[in-house]
């Protein structure tokens, strides 16, 4: 069982940066591909990126490319996402999850996910 709990979500003008944390309980966080996703109100949930269990790959959707950068601390049991040149469309609650398998872009190839943490940006 992994519990995953995210952090790090706010208000933030358009053109800013944050950084969301997912903090991972157990001592398994290292056996576990790790993804971010998102979900927009009134939106299908979307695939943001993801990173290999040592985390020497990352992968990311198309549109976000450039912007979002995702890494992970084995030792702190975290995964991160920096959120750079943030624009109003990519207000939405932001999940992070863990997967036994290579990091996929399916959200159904999760198997734990966090509760949410909002993520406003404002013009």
């Known amino acids: 069982q992994v519990q995953l709990v995210e952090s790090g979500g706010g208000l933030v003008q358009a053109g800013g940066s944050l950084r969301l944390s997912c903090a991972a309980s157990g001592r398994t966080f290292s056996s576990y591909a790790m993804g971010w996703f998102r979900q927009a109100a009134g939106k299908a949930r979307e695939y943001v990126a993801s990173?290999?269990?040592?985390?020497?790959?990352?992968y990311y959707a198309d549109s976000l490319k450039g912007r979002f950068t995702i890494s992970r601390d084995n030792a702190k049991n975290t995964v991160y996402l920096h959120l750079n040149s943030l624009e109003r469309e990519d207000t939405a609650v932001y999940y992070c999850?863990?997967?036994?398998?290579?990091?996929?872009?399916?959200?159904?190839?999760?198997?734990?996910w966090g509760q949410g943490t909002q993520v406003t940006v404002s013009s």
């Open positions: 990173i290999s269990r040592g985390g020497a790959s990352t």
């Open positions: 999850a863990a997967s036994r398998l290579y990091g996929s872009s399916r959200s159904t190839e999760y198997d734990y």
